[in-house]
């Protein structure tokens, strides 16, 4: 909030709706690495390798695409899979042989980005203009379908908070519908029309922003709603009592870093599609640079803690924004790279502190 | 409730006969039950039965022909020096370790666990020292870890937090433990707050066998007293209670059943903690002349 105001003061652009509609375009790409991340990071471990499974899912897909001429959507299908895979593949690995994730994602991050040139042509690049990939993150949504869209998301949300409060009044337990409800329905009904309304002053809701506000619906549901979810949270606070408790912890741990890989890939993806395609450095060049860096530093800023079991994935909304907020409005302030670097890190080493000290705070001496 | 207690002490002191006959320690109860041995009112067979239970880490002996029953609706405080064998012993009860000889009987007949899950399966929940709570949780969810009650598929996989939450009501009021707010964070709660959640945890699915590793070593001591009245609510329920305990003063005199002392591996003594005195437990704990031979 202090951000938004402190760049609207210092540059005219910063709050104009196309500018704000860039903002939340560009952060879509770290927010859905980030979203995946979060599942790591909840059961205390870390994947460095994002940022390469991205870029390796997306030349996977650009080159299905573009040499073997297969259909978007399958092309899009395997680079997603071939995340999900890599990331099942280094879970294992941690979990086999209790390797610290650090080392192994490290690893595997290095390997991918091996891979990565090797697949590319000689080009060292593969243009996605006209193929039709590109649709992906420039079509926009606007009237009728957009209100729709905006609709079904608040009912569903709607739908869930009524189901559960329904169940506590018939099981007697307290319950209220101001509370349960009508005040939670009522907050994201109207972020989401606010957005709405915004955007649709311009060309609509762009796709990238739609996709990844269903993803992190769909993964707000799975980390709070189901067994899967309170089982990071389990693993990520007391591994040993999880597994005492009859948790496959190896399992869930696994599976986080299964979504994590799969989300990396989906955020290459939608990535290529934007700046219409892939090269030497996709997914952030050798090591992951900026993109993972600002992936992990959206999900700590975001709240989720880096020692595991807090924090919530809605987080990586925030993150990913504040983290495009400073970049954005430090860049419309005319402000030199070397000054937006140094003003992210500091960004981050204050969000790892402040981390820090609520686990200090809420369990001390521990 | 004396009587009460001599009446347990009676039944717990007989299922020799019933489960294995093992002499050694028959002779001993013989000896130590005196004068009131003829009068048996009633007779419960034990539901877990140790016999001649034997366990070496390398060449670390820890337990040496140990046998021990428990029956239902008795505390057993199990109570012995550092290195005595205490939770080696509830370990192989627990299924964690298997023993290198011996026999482990259940309901009478003769069982191998072969693991933790196996054990509790089977109605034997073990709470541990260090609890094994999750300090992110609440207790809900803490007492429902690894259990959770779920709706059908197309309730799309959720957790029935409300059907889990009133189920947990249902057990913590049955204990006297409604106290215990549901929604707070474990991390949140006092020490005595966590143990009865720990404990209320084991119960949840209605046990037969409870084992208590060291529930009050960091409990002040009003609460200490709180999971004193909340164990023998257990055996009143008519599970069958092991409790590991230093506190023999405070805790285990005031809140057993029967005393139980290992000393270096093997059975040392067993007293009735209606007739023991501190001093004759600790005694014998440490290996004291006078409380073998009062012991046999």
């Given at each position: 909030?202090?951000?938004?105001?402190?760049?609207?003061?210092?540059?005219?652009?910063?709050?104009?709706?196309?500018?704000?509609?860039?903002?939340?375009?560009?952060?879509?790409?770290?927010?859905?690495?980030?979203?995946?991340?979060?599942?790591?990071?909840?059961?205390?471990?870390?994947?460095?390798?994002?940022?390469?499974?991205?870029?390796?899912?997306?030349?996977?897909?650009?080159?299905?695409?573009?040499?073997?001429?297969?259909?978007?959507?399958?092309?899009?299908a395997v680079g997603v899979a071939a995340g999900v895979a890599i990331g099942a593949v280094s879970g294992r690995w941690i979990t086999l042989l209790g390797v610290p994730s650090f080392v192994v994602t490290l690893g595997v991050g290095l390997v991918l980005n091996g891979v990565q040139l090797i697949i590319l042509p000689n080009t060292g690049r593969y243009?996605?203009?006209?193929?039709?990939?590109?649709?992906?993150?420039?079509?926009?949504?606007?009237?009728?379908?957009?209100?729709?869209?905006?609709?079904?998301?608040?009912?569903?949300?709607?739908?869930?908070?009524?189901?559960?409060?329904?169940?506590?009044?018939?099981?007697?337990?307290?319950?209220?519908?101001?509370?349960?409800?009508?005040?939670?329905?009522?907050?994201?009904?109207?972020?989401?029309?606010?957005?709405?309304?915004?955007?649709?002053?311009?060309?609509?809701?762009?796709?990238?922003?739609?996709?990844?506000?269903?993803?992190?619906?769909?993964?707000?549901?799975?980390?709070?709603?189901?067994?899967?979810?309170?089982?990071?949270?389990?693993?990520?606070?007391?591994?040993?009592?999880?597994?005492?408790?009859?948790?496959?912890?190896?399992?869930?741990?696994?599976?986080?870093?299964?979504?994590?890989?799969?989300?990396?890939?989906?955020?290459?993806?939608?990535?290529?599609?934007?700046?219409?395609?892939?090269?030497?450095?996709?997914?952030?060049?050798?090591?992951?640079?900026?993109?993972?860096?600002?992936?992990?530093?959206?999900?700590?800023?975001?709240?989720?803690?880096?020692?595991?079991?807090?924090?919530?994935?809605?987080?990586?909304?925030?993150?990913?924004?504040?983290?495009?907020?400073?970049?954005?409005?430090?860049?419309?302030?005319?402000?030199?790279?070397?000054?937006?670097?140094?003003?992210?890190?500091?960004?981050?080493?204050?969000?790892?502190?402040?981390?820090?000290?609520?686990?200090?705070?809420?369990?001390?001496?521990? | 409730?004396?009587?009460?207690?001599?009446?347990?002490?009676?039944?717990?002191?007989?299922?020799?006969?019933?489960?294995?006959?093992?002499?050694?320690?028959?002779?001993?109860?013989?000896?130590?039950?005196?004068?009131?041995?003829?009068?048996?009112?009633?007779?419960?067979?034990?539901?877990?039965?140790?016999?001649?239970?034997?366990?070496?880490?390398?060449?670390?002996?820890?337990?040496?022909?140990?046998?021990?029953?428990?029956?239902?609706?008795?505390?057993?405080?199990?109570?012995?020096?550092?290195?005595?064998?205490?939770?080696?012993?509830?370990?192989?009860?627990?299924?964690?370790?298997?023993?290198?000889?011996?026999?482990?009987?259940?309901?009478?007949?003769?069982?191998?666990?072969?693991?933790?899950?196996?054990?509790?399966?089977?109605?034997?929940?073990?709470?541990?020292?260090?609890?094994?709570?999750?300090?992110?949780?609440?207790?809900?969810q803490n007492l429902f870890l690894g259990r959770e009650v779920t709706g059908p598929w197309w309730n799309g996989f959720r957790i029935s937090r409300a059907e889990c939450e009133k189920r947990a009501k249902g057990v913590l009021k049955r204990m006297r433990l409604d106290s215990i707010s549901l929604n707070r964070h474990v991390g949140a709660m006092s020490?005595?707050?966590?143990?009865?959640?720990?404990?209320?945890?084991?119960?949840?699915?209605?046990?037969?066998?409870?084992?208590?590793?060291?529930?009050t070593a960091a409990l002040s001591h009003a609460a200490a007293e709180q999971v004193g009245i909340l164990v023998r609510e257990l055996a009143g329920h008519g599970m069958a209670v092991l409790v590991i305990s230093h506190d023999i003063h405070n805790f285990v005199l005031e809140n057993s059943d029967r005393i139980e002392v290992l000393r270096l591996g093997?059975?040392?003594?067993?007293?009735?903690?209606?007739?023991?005195?501190?001093?004759?437990?600790?005694?014998?704990?440490?290996?004291?002349?006078?409380?073998?031979?009062?012991?046999?």
């Amino acid at each position: 909030m202090t951000l938004v105001l402190f760049f609207a003061t210092q540059s005219d652009v910063f709050l104009t709706s196309r500018n704000l509609n860039n903002l939340l375009i560009q952060s879509t790409v770290t927010g859905i690495i980030a979203l995946g991340l979060v599942f790591v990071l909840l059961v205390g471990e870390i994947d460095l390798s994002v940022a390469a499974i991205s870029g390796v899912a997306s030349v996977l897909m650009a080159m299905l695409v573009v040499d073997s001429e297969l259909p978007i959507p399958l092309a899009i299908a395997v680079g997603v899979a071939a995340g999900v895979a890599i990331g099942a593949v280094s879970g294992r690995w941690i979990t086999l042989l209790g390797v610290p994730s650090f080392v192994v994602t490290l690893g595997v991050g290095l390997v991918l980005n091996g891979v990565q040139l090797i697949i590319l042509p000689n080009t060292g690049r593969y243009n996605l203009l006209n193929t039709g990939v590109e649709k992906l993150a420039s079509t926009n949504v606007s009237g009728f379908t957009a209100w729709l869209l905006v609709m079904a998301g608040i009912a569903l949300f709607a739908l869930a908070r009524a189901t559960s409060t329904r169940a506590r009044f018939r099981a007697g337990l307290p319950a209220s519908m101001a509370g349960g409800v009508v005040v939670p329905v009522a907050v994201v009904a109207a972020l989401l029309i606010a957005t709405l309304m915004f955007l649709e002053n311009l060309r609509g809701l762009p796709m990238p922003v739609i996709l990844f506000i269903s993803l992190l619906g769909v993964m707000s549901y799975i980390s709070s709603e189901t067994r899967f979810g309170l089982y990071l949270y389990a693993i990520g606070n007391n591994a040993e009592a999880a597994r005492r408790a009859g948790i496959k912890v190896e399992r869930i741990k696994i599976m986080a870093f299964a979504i994590a890989g799969g989300m990396a890939a989906f955020g290459g993806i939608l990535s290529a599609s934007r700046i219409l395609g892939v090269s030497v450095s996709s997914g952030g060049g050798v090591g992951g640079g900026a993109l993972l860096l600002e992936s992990i530093a959206a999900a700590v800023i975001g709240g989720v803690s880096l020692f595991g079991g807090r924090g919530h994935v809605v987080g990586a909304l925030f993150g990913a924004l504040i983290i495009a907020t400073v970049s954005n409005g430090l860049n419309l302030m005319g402000v030199a790279n070397e000054a937006r670097l140094i003003v992210t890190g500091l960004l981050l080493v204050i969000a790892v502190s402040i981390d820090r000290g609520i686990e200090r705070i809420a369990a001390p001496g521990r | 409730m004396g009587a009460d207690l001599q009446g347990r002490r009676r039944r717990a002191n007989l299922q020799g006969q019933h489960v294995g006959f093992n002499k050694k320690s028959f002779c001993r109860r013989l000896f130590q039950q005196g004068a009131g041995f003829s009068i048996i009112d009633r007779m419960s067979l034990p539901i877990l039965s140790l016999k001649g239970i034997y366990k070496s880490f390398g060449g670390v002996k820890a337990l040496v022909d140990v046998s021990l029953d428990l029956v239902p609706g008795e505390v057993v405080a199990l109570v012995g020096d550092n290195g005595a064998g205490k939770s080696t012993l509830v370990k192989i009860m627990a299924g964690v370790l298997r023993p290198d000889q011996g026999k482990y009987f259940f309901e009478g007949s003769e069982s191998v666990v072969h693991g933790p899950a196996e054990a509790s399966a089977m109605g034997v929940q073990t709470v541990y020292q260090d609890l094994a709570l999750c300090n992110n949780l609440d207790a809900v969810q803490n007492l429902f870890l690894g259990r959770e009650v779920t709706g059908p598929w197309w309730n799309g996989f959720r957790i029935s937090r409300a059907e889990c939450e009133k189920r947990a009501k249902g057990v913590l009021k049955r204990m006297r433990l409604d106290s215990i707010s549901l929604n707070r964070h474990v991390g949140a709660m006092s020490g005595g707050q966590r143990q009865n959640i720990a404990i209320a945890r084991s119960i949840l699915w209605e046990p037969k066998v409870v084992l208590l590793d060291e529930p009050t070593a960091a409990l002040s001591h009003a609460a200490a007293e709180q999971v004193g009245i909340l164990v023998r609510e257990l055996a009143g329920h008519g599970m069958a209670v092991l409790v590991i305990s230093h506190d023999i003063h405070n805790f285990v005199l005031e809140n057993s059943d029967r005393i139980e002392v290992l000393r270096l591996g093997r059975n040392q003594a067993s007293f009735s903690s209606s007739e023991a005195t501190g001093e004759q437990v600790v005694n014998s704990m440490v290996g004291g002349q006078k409380s073998r031979n009062l012991s046999g």
